[in-house]
C-alpha cells in the first residue's frame, strides 16, 4: 500500500515564545518571531538543545533542531537556524 502523504513538502518554524531559565515561566509572545522555512521537509518536531558538547551534536552553544519521520526514508534530524530564507 502507498501512502498518499508523500509531499512536496514546504514547512517553516517560528519563535512564539521561551521559558524563563530563573524561574521555570513560559512566555508566550504576542506575534510569533523570526521564521525559518524548509523546502521539501515535513517537520514534525521541534527540539531545543542548551550547550550541549556530546555526541551526536557537538554544538557548544544553544541550537535548535527539527525532524522529520519520512514514510519511505525513515527519520531525520537537521539543525537549523532562524533568519534565513524568505517566505
Known amino acids: 500500500m502507498v501512502s498518499a502523504d508523500n509531499g512536496p513538502y514546504r514547512s517553516a518554524t517560528s519563535i512564539i515564545g521561551n521559558v524563563d531559565t530563573t524561574d521555570g515561566n513560559v512566555v508566550i509572545y ?10 521539501g521537509f515535513k517537520v514534525e518536531t ?10 551526536p551534536f557537538m554544538t557548544k552553544h544553544p541550537a535548535t533542531f527539527i525532524g522529520s519521520d519520512d514514510e519511505n526514508y525513515g527519520g531525520t534530524i537537521r539543525k537549523i537556524q532562524f533568519g534565513l530564507g524568505e517566505p
Open 30 to 39: 504576542n506575534e510569533p518571531g523570526k521564521v525559518s522555512h524548509h523546502e
Open 46 to 55: 521541534v527540539a531545543r538543545a542548551q550547550n550541549i558538547s556530546t555526541n
